[in-house]
């Protein structure tokens, strides 16, 4: 099941789009601020991050930066109703998935989030498949220190 984080510090936006993802059969899991939406992401996997982007303390933009600090790759979709070309342009910088305006229309804001759950797919498959092709060809069965095993080493 496809679990999203929402990060709102507007209960009834978080309400909102909790009982609106849940309805498309999401799991959702909410944070009423910045420092609570980063605690349970590194305690829990998400695929997508919903994040308000004004927030008292830590906004929305402070939780992308604090993201990639962390080198967490789940996307992040900022929602606000304070929409502006350079506002979106920093959270895109930043690296925000998508920026979508309240009020927002849930089927639009639907599109958005299943690309999102895409991209996340996809990561997630690529840090499989790199698990895989490690294990497939790691160099840690083979023994010998000698010049001709060099050459090996060399050309594998």
């Given at each position: 099941?496809?679990?999203?984080?929402?990060?709102?510090?507007?209960?009834?936006?978080?309400?909102?789009?909790?009982?609106?993802?849940?309805?498309?059969?999401?799991?959702?899991?909410?944070?009423a601020?910045?420092?609570?939406?980063?605690?349970?992401?590194r305690?829990?996997?998400?695929?997508i991050?919903?994040?308000?982007?004004?927030?008292?303390?830590m906004?929305?933009?402070?939780?992308i930066?604090?993201?990639?600090?962390?080198?967490?790759?789940?996307?992040?979709?900022?929602?606000?109703?304070?929409?502006?070309?350079?506002?979106?342009?920093?959270?895109?910088?930043l690296?925000?998935?998508?920026?979508?305006?309240?009020?927002?229309?849930?089927?639009?804001?639907?599109?958005?989030?299943?690309?999102?759950?895409?991209?996340?797919?996809?990561?997630?498959?690529?840090?499989?498949?790199?698990k895989?092709?490690?294990?497939?060809?790691?160099?840690?069965?083979?023994?010998?220190?000698?010049?001709?095993?060099?050459?090996?080493?060399?050309?594998?």
């Amino acid at each position: 099941m496809n679990h999203v984080l929402i990060i709102d510090d507007d209960e009834s936006v978080r309400d909102a789009l909790k009982d609106f993802l849940e309805e498309k059969d999401f799991k959702v899991t909410t944070a009423a601020n910045g420092p609570l939406g980063l605690e349970l992401l590194r305690e829990d996997g998400f695929d997508i991050l919903l994040v308000d982007l004004m927030m008292p303390g830590m906004g929305g933009l402070d939780v992308i930066k604090e993201t990639s600090a962390l080198q967490i790759t789940t996307p992040v979709i900022m929602v606000t109703a304070y929409a502006s070309v350079q506002t979106a342009v920093d959270a895109m910088k930043l690296g925000a998935f998508d920026y979508v305006t309240k009020p927002f229309i849930p089927d639009e804001l639907l599109i958005v989030i299943n690309r999102a759950m895409e991209l996340s797919k996809m990561r997630r498959e690529n840090v499989l498949l790199k698990k895989q092709l490690k294990r497939k060809y790691d160099f840690e069965g083979l023994i010998g220190d000698s010049a001709q095993m060099q050459k090996v080493y060399e050309i594998i």
